[in-house]
């Protein structure tokens, strides 16, 4: 690099670049992300540092070039001078532990769905772990219920985790799972999970790992989907994450039990009966609605007039739902046979109509859809439908009255304009 640019990768802001001969942070590959911590120069026998960088990021940008990337906390960093590169030791484990489970997870699902399955992709982060796979379809709760009690097991046994260099050839033929479609040197760097000689799982595999399985501490999936064809994914948590996640859901479960005054181990049950109460009340609801809106119906065939020798009916009623007032449309042509209604109501703040037209009137030129599409612009809407049947609705709910006072009047310009 030239020494202009070197200057520049150093004094940059918020965002400079280190270079080191070596580093002993991990630089993200293979699906982990980085490590983070901190470079800094220090005086001779004092804590207090001269400059120090907050390293957020470790890239590769050509092959033997390390470059940290972070934010200068404090002081201007310098060229030549010996630092102290510290990795974030609790962030590194929180990685390890879902590296090393996604290792568990892939020999699981290998031995629960079958040999088919494949890596196709992963992420290894400090919160969580995803994982993709080859598999034709969505796992069931029983598979992923397997999945898991397998990786937790795995986990409790404690097995040890190893790390060996060897040579390809030698330890595929053994049987290490080797990922499809990667480039791999004459050497390779072999992770084998189990007790010596009975490998639960050994993978290729350059990341960072715990010692032994134990070191995980609880394993949870929080989410399988596809994400491609014959491709899905599962997102899981490890350690600290997956403890915070228990906490969070063990306390939502015991506060809902509270508030059911049922104890967390029966609020399903209490649940499903909630909704059959509910589900029984609505109806009753649904029922007592439909029963007032017939009584209304049946005060409102005092207010049909004759226009045009057709029968109208336009009115306001107090229906609870466009279901409930296209049904009152169908009572008034089964009572009338033949004639037009116009009927509208307030949901939810917002003037809604409904018009329905008899065919025999149809063939005389009404039309509901322009029928309520006139009226519904006095409201501030529109609508449309069938010359027998459509709906619309508005924003201005005060002039609901007004506008059904206008049926009458569209209606004989529509009858006469058509004889």
Not at 56 to 62: L, N, V
Not at 151 to 168: G, M, Q, S, T
Not at 411 to 416: C, F, I, Q, R, V
């Amino acid at each position: 690099l030239r020494e202009k640019r070197r200057k520049h990768l150093l004094h940059r802001k918020p965002v400079p670049g280190q270079i080191h001969r070596s580093t002993c942070f991990y630089v993200e590959s293979g699906g982990q992300v980085s490590d983070a911590g901190f470079i800094a120069a220090y005086p001779p026998g004092e804590a207090e540092p001269i400059w120090e960088i907050k390293v957020q990021d470790a890239r590769r940008p050509i092959p033997g070039l390390i470059v940290h990337a972070g934010v200068v906390k404090q002081g201007r960093p310098r060229i030549g001078d010996e630092v102290w590169a510290v990795v974030d030791d609790a962030r590194r484990m929180d990685i390890a532990r879902n590296h090393t489970a996604t290792h568990l997870l892939h020999s699981e699902l290998r031995y629960v769905l079958g040999e088919h399955v494949q890596q196709a992709g992963s992420l290894v982060a400090p919160d969580r772990l995803r994982f993709d796979f080859t598999h034709p379809a969505m796992l069931t709760e029983d598979e992923l219920g397997l999945v898991t009690r397998s990786v937790n097991d795995a986990i409790l046994v404690n097995y040890p985790v190893e790390v060996a260099e060897e040579r390809y050839r030698r330890a595929v033929s053994e049987g290490v799972i080797a990922l499809f479609g990667e480039k791999y040197g004459d050497v390779v760097r072999v992770l084998r999970i189990g007790w010596p000689g009975e490998p639960f799982s050994q993978e290729l595999c350059g990341g960072t790992h715990v010692n032994e399985t134990g070191e995980i501490g609880l394993f949870h999936i929080v989410s399988e989907e596809g994400v491609g064809a014959g491709v899905r994914r599962i997102e899981a948590v490890t350690g600290r994450a997956a403890v915070d996640l228990v906490e969070r859901q063990l306390g939502i479960l015991q506060r809902t039990g509270a508030y059911l005054g049922v104890s967390p181990d029966k609020v399903d049950r209490k649940t499903l009966d909630l909704l059959d109460e509910l589900q029984s009340a609505r109806k009753e609801i649904e029922r007592l609605q439909e029963q007032l809106a017939r009584r209304e119906f049946e005060g409102l065939l005092e207010q049909v007039q004759s226009v045009a020798g057709a029968s109208l009916l336009s009115a306001r009623v107090t229906a609870p739902s466009m279901e409930v007032l296209r049904e009152m449309t169908d009572w008034f042509r089964d009572r009338l046979g033949s004639g037009i209604v116009v009927l509208g109501t307030v949901l939810g703040e917002r003037p809604a109509l409904v018009a329905a037209a008899t065919p025999d009137l149809v063939k005389r030129g009404a039309d509901a859809a322009k029928l309520v599409r006139g009226i519904a612009r006095i409201v501030g809407g529109g609508g449309g439908g069938k010359p027998t049947l459509a709906q619309a609705g508005g924003r201005d709910a005060s002039r609901l009255d007004e506008a059904l006072r206008q049926a009458p009047r569209m209606l004989e310009e529509m009858l006469l304009n058509s004889s």
